[in-house]
């Protein structure tokens, strides 16, 4: 991923939408970029069953897709699972894995997380590896000892073509954003990390999510070692959205 200099804006839908207001956000988007194509990396990820129609939408413009999650397994027998082999088939370039949502509500552990990650680069796709800690684990002080751990446990030991989303949960549709301090001390911590870790990753994309508006996005992205944002609510409004990327 050779991204120098630029950000990688990511825009994820969740669980939000249905295919008239999908197709129209991403018309929204596709008219946007006509108008002001950005240099920066742009992608949207929304639900499965409106990848296919975002993707159309889209085409032509270099806003790329990604989707919210993939299985574990290649193909065949696992009734439900959507492939990242699928994914790239028809014509994602991102997944989104282990975000802090999936890791509650589904219990996804970072082994599982990281054999997602492993997959996904398998098949072709730029996996945003999630991590981030609890309201408690930071009232505790114990932020960074529980971001090595799922560290050093999600992220899988390749040489590139991965980014990092730092999402601390208690900040993800709050309202309440990390302090820049926060966000400068975190950031760091895991570019040491990947430096001494993963040193043929050390210059993985970190992206920082939760409660990112277009009010704040310009302040946080000239933060070092703060390669982008991963956008959740803001992302639904084509308007704001936009305003999130012109602020990069
Ligand atoms: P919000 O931007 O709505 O806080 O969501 C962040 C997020 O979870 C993106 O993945």
Request: net charge negative; proline share 3%.
């Given at each position: 991923?050779?991204?120098?200099?630029?950000?990688?804006?990511?825009?994820?839908?969740?669980?939000?939408?249905?295919?008239?207001?999908?197709?129209?956000?991403?018309?929204?988007?596709?008219?946007?970029?006509?108008?002001?194509?950005?240099?920066?990396?742009?992608?949207?990820?929304?639900?499965?069953?409106?990848?296919?129609?975002?993707?159309?939408?889209?085409?032509?413009?270099?806003?790329?897709?990604?989707?919210?999650?993939?299985?574990?397994?290649?193909?065949?027998?696992?009734?439900?699972?959507?492939s990242a082999f699928m994914l790239k088939d028809i014509g994602c370039d991102y997944v989104i894995v282990g975000h802090s949502e999936r890791r509650q509500h589904h219990r996804e552990t970072s082994e599982l997380v990281c054999q997602?990650?492993?997959?996904?680069?398998?098949?072709?796709?730029i996996p945003i590896i999630c991590v981030g800690e609890t309201l408690a684990d930071r009232e505790g002080q114990k932020?960074?000892?529980?971001?090595?751990?799922?560290?050093?446990?999600?992220?899988?030991?390749?040489?590139?073509?991965?980014?990092?989303?730092?999402?601390?949960?208690?900040?993800?549709?709050?309202?309440?954003?990390?302090?820049?301090?926060?966000?400068?001390?975190?950031?760091?911590?895991?570019?040491?990390?990947?430096?001494?870790?993963?040193?043929?990753?050390?210059?993985?994309?970190?992206?920082?999510?939760?409660?990112?508006?277009?009010?704040?996005?310009?302040?946080?992205?000239?933060?070092?070692?703060?390669?982008?944002?991963?956008?959740?609510?803001?992302?639904?409004?084509?308007?704001?959205?936009?305003?999130?990327?012109?602020?990069?």
């Open positions: 991923m050779n991204l120098k200099n630029k950000k990688l804006i990511v825009g994820n839908w969740k669980m939000n939408g249905t295919q008239e207001s999908a197709r129209d956000l991403a018309a929204d988007l596709a008219e946007k970029w006509f108008a002001t194509p950005s240099c920066h990396q742009i992608v949207v990820c929304p639900p499965f069953p409106y990848l296919s129609i975002t993707l159309n939408r889209l085409f032509g413009t270099e806003i790329a897709c990604g989707a919210q999650d993939c299985s574990i397994y290649e193909k065949g027998a696992y009734t439900g699972e959507v997602k990650a492993e997959i996904a680069c398998k098949s072709g796709l932020t960074l000892e529980v971001l090595e751990e799922q560290l050093k446990t999600s992220i899988p030991v390749i040489d590139q073509g991965f980014a990092i989303a730092y999402e601390p949960v208690w900040a993800i549709g709050t309202g309440k954003t990390a302090t820049t301090a926060a966000i400068l001390e975190v950031h760091t911590f895991i570019r040491t990390w990947l430096q001494k870790n993963r040193k043929k990753a050390a210059d993985a994309l970190i992206l920082y999510g939760g409660s990112v508006t277009d009010q704040n996005a310009q302040e946080i992205m000239s933060l070092a070692h703060v390669d982008g944002v991963l956008v959740g609510g803001a992302s639904l409004k084509a308007e704001t959205f936009w305003q999130i990327i012109q602020s990069a």
